[in-house]
């Protein structure tokens, strides 16, 4: 499966952004997706994911009730709203597919596919 993330910008602290990731092939209803990030010197971290159906999602501490993920199925596309953007949420946003799992997975090694990412940057 082929990823291709979208919607990364400048914006100030305080506002929003949408990240939409589009997948390829006719599996993606089977996958758990997954969104991370990795600011520079840092290493990638977990951001949300989210089951196959969307009932089910898991978020990093720091993005809870700021961040929402969802899934389209039928559009074979899963977002991240961001909202009330932090400098801190600066980083280089990937969204990843997990193949095997049934849960959201937190760990990077459970991803087995992952799109080029998109960059966010949160002036103060």
């Known amino acids: 499966v082929q990823l291709q993330a979208s919607g990364g910008g400048l914006v100030q602290a305080g506002g929003s952004l949408r990240l939409s990731c589009a997948a390829s092939?006719?599996?993606?209803?089977?996958?758990?997706m997954g969104w991370f990030r990795q600011a520079p010197g840092k290493e990638r971290e977990f951001v949300a994911a989210i089951s196959w159906r969307g009932g089910t999602t898991l978020y990093a501490d720091s993005v809870k009730g700021r961040f929402t993920i969802s899934r389209d199925n039928a559009k074979n596309t899963v977002y991240l709203q961001m909202n009330s953007l932090k400098p801190e949420d600066t980083a280089n946003y990937f969204c990843?597919?997990?193949?095997?799992?049934?849960?959201?997975?937190?760990?990077?090694?459970?991803?087995?596919?992952w799109g080029q990412g998109t960059l966010v940057t949160v002036s103060s």
């Open positions: 990843a597919a997990d193949p095997r799992n049934i849960a959201p997975m937190r760990t990077t090694r459970e991803y087995d596919y």
């Open positions: 092939g006719r599996t993606f209803s089977r996958y758990v």
